[in-house]
């Protein structure tokens, strides 16, 4: 078994480097007309230069799983703003893109809690299409509009589980096809099991990320030794190694926020039933210290008897 270990978003070991540099719609409408698209380029420039410099850190480290932000391009979704950021930075995205492939860097993104498939509200729904499509178009300025997913949550229970599970995959028919093949959905901590999540993705032909955190907060009926194989078979489509989400609780009042670091106890039943079914899985580490936390873990895992460490952030298990 190979385990591939990544981080989210921002290399906190990196001077000033974040990829997420904000622009709100109250500051851009303070600026004079002739500056706001030269005050969303800079930010934008400079969001991509950062992704940029993240890439080649983790090539650096030797760290193949990345997720980057949904913040690289402010205001992309507004509808009073609604700009275009692929064409003025052609260049710098496909520089981006291809040497993310170059180096077999796998990578995805995460939109936030409100990109939705579950709501009662249409405009909420045709938000989240705008939102994914918004997603989907970054990876296509990188050219990696085959090889990256757009991971998300089912959203509420609004009441009644069952009802809202059919709106999901109703108002699901509204994503384009071209987009929802790049989908994964999670299942979630406080709402949406394993159990139910994978029924979910079962229908509808998408892979599961699996949390484990979020399972250990949220348990589903069926042992995680059984349900486990049936998530592996919904990556079969897509031809991506199984992704596992790996946090673990900040304390034991505490148990949904995210430590800083991952705790190896925490998470060595997960791994003990990886071990057994002989599978390899990537690992996006969760925990607020990002890449030193992912990096940590690494020698954590690196130290466990049996386990050799082939790479900065991979390890194998015989």
């Not at 993240?54 to 193949?64: F, G, L, P, R, S």
């Not at 402010?74 to 260049?91: A, G, I, K, M, Y």
């Not at 995680?224 to 079969?236: A, G, R, S, V």
């Amino acid at each position: 078994m190979k385990i591939r270990f990544g981080y989210v978003s921002t290399a906190i070991s990196l001077w000033e480097a974040s990829p997420a540099r904000a622009l709100t719609f109250t500051r851009y409408k303070q600026l004079p007309e002739e500056e706001r698209n030269e005050r969303l380029h800079w930010v934008t420039a400079q969001n991509i230069q950062n992704t940029l410099r993240m890439v080649h850190y983790n090539i650096a480290h030797e760290i193949q799983l990345y997720r980057l932000s949904s913040s690289i391009a402010p205001l992309s979704t507004h509808p009073e703003v609604n700009w275009d950021f692929v064409e003025p930075f052609r260049q710098e995205w496909l520089e981006l893109g291809n040497l993310i492939k170059k180096t077999h860097m796998r990578v995805s993104f995460h939109p936030n809690q409100y990109t939705l498939f579950t709501s009662t509200r249409k405009e909420v729904t045709d938000n989240a299409v705008i939102d994914m499509d918004y997603h989907y178009r970054m990876l296509g300025a990188m050219g990696l509009e085959d090889e990256g997913i757009i991971n998300i949550h089912i959203g509420g229970a609004y009441g009644d589980k069952e009802e809202t599970i059919k709106r999901f995959h109703n108002n699901l028919k509204k994503l384009p096809q071209h987009i929802k093949n790049r989908m994964t959905l999670e299942n979630d901590d406080k709402t949406y099991t394993t159990d139910e999540t994978l029924a979910v993705c079962l229908k509808e032909d998408i892979p599961l990320v699996f949390d484990y955190h979020h399972h250990m907060a949220n348990c589903c009926v069926t042992p995680l030794e059984e349900t486990l194989p049936m998530i592996f078979k919904t990556w079969e489509r897509v031809g991506l190694r199984p992704k596992i989400h790996i946090s673990s609780p900040k304390s034991e009042k505490e148990f949904r926020p995210h430590a800083d670091y991952v705790d190896l106890e925490f998470i060595m039943p997960l791994l003990e039933i990886l071990k057994s079914l002989k599978v390899d899985v990537d690992f996006m580490i969760e925990a607020k210290k990002k890449d030193q936390a992912a990096l940590k873990l690494v020698e954590d895992v690196s130290k466990i008897r049996g386990v050799k460490r082939i790479g900065g952030a991979m390890i194998e298990w015989k």
